[in-house]
Structures are given as structure tokens and as C-alpha cells.
């Protein structure tokens, strides 16, 4: 399943798309931690996880989403 990853860079949404949801995890703390974007969320198709969300569900889930 893919996986996108949102952010906020000058007021523009930018986004990239991840295969796994480790790929897609990796991305996100890259992003919010490495370069300092803004408002960094991951989104499985349905709903749009912050980064503390989505590591509890991906700790949390047995099936590896």
C-alpha cells in the first residue's frame, strides 16, 4: 500500500510517496527533523496521520500496515 507524506514549505503543500509505511515514516522525521518543514503528515489513502500518530500505529499494528 502506498503511503504519501505531506508538508508545508512557504505556504505550499509539497509531497512525496513512499511504498512502505517505514519508507513513508523515515521521510516524514527526514523532513520535520532534518529540514525543518512544517506541518508534516503521512497519509495510508484514508486519513492523514501526524508523525506521533502514525509511529504508534505502525508500533501498534501487527499486520505492518
Not at 505502525?58 to 505492518?64: T, V
Amino acid at each position: 500500500m502506498p503511503f504519501t507524506v505531506f508538508a508545508d514549505v512557504d505556504d505550499h503543500l509539497v509531497s512525496a510517496t513512499a511504498e512502505t509505511a517505514k519508507e513513508a515514516f523515515a521521510k516524514a522525521v527526514e523532513w520535520q527533523v532534518v529540514r525543518k518543514l512544517a506541518d508534516v503528515t503521512i497519509s495510508d489513502g484514508i486519513k492523514r496521520y501526524s508523525i506521533d500518530e502514525f509511529s504508534s500505529i505502525i508500533a501498534n499494528d501487527s499486520d505492518g500496515l
